[in-house]
């Protein structure tokens, strides 16, 4: 291998993708943060928490494709020095994040129902209410700290994304001991203090992203703020139909470890805990392959501004090659140490520990190839979101979850009776089909020249 010829490369997508994994690491930190403090409070409390975040995620993912689908166009935007179209394509991002945001609010408000009908309990459904009814309003800033991310990131101000996430770290906490608990003179508010937390943390959040956005010199000539009110119904309807694609990929596949969820817990209870001792892991090296994507999606936008296909060969090589090696690490990590690692989850004290100790070892040697297949769709997702082309991935998503990876680790995990295992199994080949669909469309697409023409709004 040429070095030299690849050595540009990597330090672009290191330099966009460590800010932007850390940044990552640190969102899914403060959600550990809720989770442990409110568990500290009450069983019925942490399981109220459970279903409402678990809800809220499924409608946030849905409207984030505004946010993340705009990343490439951006890249691609700033490469090419148009101003108007990085101000089009932001602000008509930010309206749709906008609309998805009050149109959820009602399904927000009115949640128990909807959790009844899903079979949680009257006092489980009402507490997660109670909570849903005030992390509602923090829909909002988090859709716009997406677009805003993708803005920044586009411009290649990782950086900042980064810090000010980690600084809501400890800013979560803070709200969180004061609210949940009744500290410091504060009222004693359970779930509803969580919700509240949650809002002050992301608004916060919002406001230093948006506030260094409009101060960055560079980025000032762009007027994003100028006239927002003013609508661009070109620019709308073309943001419209690049994010709504990602949205509801995102859906597909949290769907399907959602119906894993489920089936699980058909097992049994302490397959259910091993489950999510195991899924929880794997998801904290996922939070890595999803920075690496978001650095392929920036620096395939970037080449398709250029119309430099080998530039887009060699850039995506090399974020293979980094994701690739990533995920060999987590699997020699996964064989070699699952007792360290699932230890952290688990009370010793507790007399279930030992046999979730045990389930948890066998589904982390399903979660070591796990990471190869998820690490490879993921960062082929990025490719294609960085060449504009989300319609098409959002079908072959949708094929790989539903129709081939749900029914595989049902039939693997009932009929054929592998339980647990066997709907590890299922993920590992939806996701495995998921990658070889997804790279091979984008190499067919490159081989081709489908993704080196500009694509524009208009």
Not at 40 to 58: C, D, K, N
Not at 397 to 403: D, G, V
Request: net charge neutral; glycine share 10%; hydrophobic share 60%.
């Amino acid at each position: 291998m040429d070095f030299a010829r690849y050595r540009p490369h990597l330090i672009a997508t290191l330099a966009l993708g460590l800010p932007l994994i850390g940044s990552h690491l640190a969102r899914m930190a403060i959600g550990l943060t809720d989770t442990l403090m409110i568990s500290w409070y009450g069983v019925e409390a942490l399981g109220a928490l459970v279903i409402a975040t678990s809800l809220f995620f499924i409608i946030q993912m849905l409207g984030s494709g505004f946010g993340i689908g705009v990343m490439g166009l951006l890249a691609s935007a700033h490469a090419r020095g148009d101003d108007t179209e990085m101000r089009r394509a932001t602000r008509m991002a930010l309206w749709l994040s906008s609309i998805h945001a009050m149109i959820a609010m009602p399904f927000l408000w009115f949640s128990k129902p909807i959790l009844l009908a899903l079979g949680q309990t009257d006092m489980i459904a009402s507490l997660a209410q109670d909570y849903l009814r005030i992390a509602g309003w923090g829909i909002l800033p988090v859709l716009w700290m997406m677009v805003l991310n993708s803005y920044l990131a586009a411009m290649e101000r990782t950086q900042v994304i980064l810090w000010i996430t980690v600084a809501g770290i400890p800013l979560n906490i803070l709200f969180n001991w004061c609210l949940i608990f009744g500290n410091w003179g504060f009222p004693e508010l359970g779930v509803q203090g969580a919700a509240i937390a949650s809002v002050s943390t992301q608004t916060l959040g919002m406001a230093a992203i948006l506030a260094y956005a409009l101060w960055l010199p560079e980025a000032r000539r762009f007027n994003l703020m100028q006239r927002f009110w003013k609508p661009d119904w070109h620019a709308f309807r073309a943001i419209f139909a690049l994010g709504m694609p990602v949205g509801l990929t995102l859906v597909a596949e949290v769907g399907m470890f959602v119906g894993a969820n489920l089936m699980m817990g058909w097992i049994g209870t302490l397959e259910l805990g091993a489950h999510g001792i195991a899924l929880q892991i794997a998801s904290v090296t996922f939070m890595v392959q999803l920075g690496l994507a978001n650095a392929a999606t920036i620096r395939v936008g970037q080449m398709v501004a250029r119309d430099d296909g080998a530039g887009m060969r060699d850039a995506a090589a090399t974020v293979l090659s980094l994701s690739l090696i990533f995920a060999l690490l987590s699997v020699a990590l996964f064989l070699l140490a699952p007792r360290t690692l699932i230890g952290l989850y688990l009370d010793f004290s507790q007399p279930e520990a030992a046999a979730v100790m045990a389930l948890a070892v066998g589904f982390l040697v399903w979660a070591a190839l796990f990471q190869l297949t998820d690490a490879l769709q993921v960062v082929g997702l990025g490719l294609l979101r960085g060449a504009q082309d989300t319609r098409v991935p959002m079908w072959l998503a949708a094929i790989s979850y539903w129709l081939i990876g749900l029914p595989a680790g049902y039939v693997l995990a009932f009929p054929l009776g592998m339980g647990g295992a066997g709907l590890w199994l299922g993920l590992v080949i939806g996701l495995s089909v998921a990658s070889v669909l997804m790279l091979r469309r984008f190499y067919r697409g490159l081989a081709r020249g489908d993704w080196t023409p500009p694509l524009q709004t208009g």
